[in-house]
């Protein structure tokens, strides 16, 4: 028999996971100058008091939207014990996230925003490119060097996988050019790893 009545409460992650998908539909098609928080709570079916309780402002919303599109563990996975094999689909993974067009979105905003704000471009930088590049730098040291093609520094290799895999289409359609092309990316990235390193 169905329940009636009032439904149960969303807890506290549903709840920021709802208003952050409202939040960035509206700040990606609008800005953030564009949006109101009352516009966010009317479209997540909340109150403004609900999204206040949450955030203290609009601009730390946005600050927090941005940050956690950065949770480079939704894109990890379980461990592989060949560290080639692992920078290989590390280097897929990370590829396929930086390229979405989720990502491209963010990216734009958080540029376009971070006129106003150092600390959303500093986190930017921090929790999206620094986390990242830090986690293949550790997965390339695991790398013996009798399995190195190349005899460079981790740092420069991790430089030229991104560059590889990512860069030139991010910069292109971050600017608004061409979207990428993921599964072709993701090929050349492979492929990057396989022209440095003996499977």
């Known amino acids: ?21 409202v939040a960035e539909r509206l700040f990606c098609a609008e800005g953030s100058r564009g949006v109101s928080m009352a516009q966010i709570a009317a479209g997540a079916g909340m109150s403004k008091r609900t999204i206040y309780d949450m955030f203290d402002s609009k601009e730390a919303l946005l600050g927090e939207l941005i940050v956690a599109s950065y949770d480079w563990s939704a894109i990890e996975g379980p461990q592989i014990a060949d560290p080639v094999a692992r920078l290989r689909r590390d280097v897929r993974r990370v590829t396929e996230h930086a390229l979405s067009q989720r990502h491209i979105n963010l990216c ?7 006129i106003d704000q150092q600390t959303m471009a500093r986190g930017f930088l921090e929790n999206g490119i620094a986390k990242s590049r830090a986690a293949m730098i550790d997965t390339l040291s695991a790398i013996p060097s009798a399995r190195r093609r190349v005899d460079l520094p981790e740092p420069v290799l991790a430089s030229m996988l991104f560059g590889a895999s990512s860069a030139v289409c991010l910069m292109t359609a971050m600017m608004g050019g ?13 492929s990057a790893v396989d022209a440095l390193f003996v499977s």
């Open 1 to 21: 028999m169905a329940r009636l009545g009032r439904p149960l409460a969303m807890d506290l992650e549903e709840r920021r996971e709802k208003i952050f998908a």
């Open 108 to 114: 734009r905003l958080a540029i376009a925003e971070s």
């Open 178 to 190: 061409a979207m990428p092309d993921l599964e072709a990316q993701s090929r050349i990235a492979e």
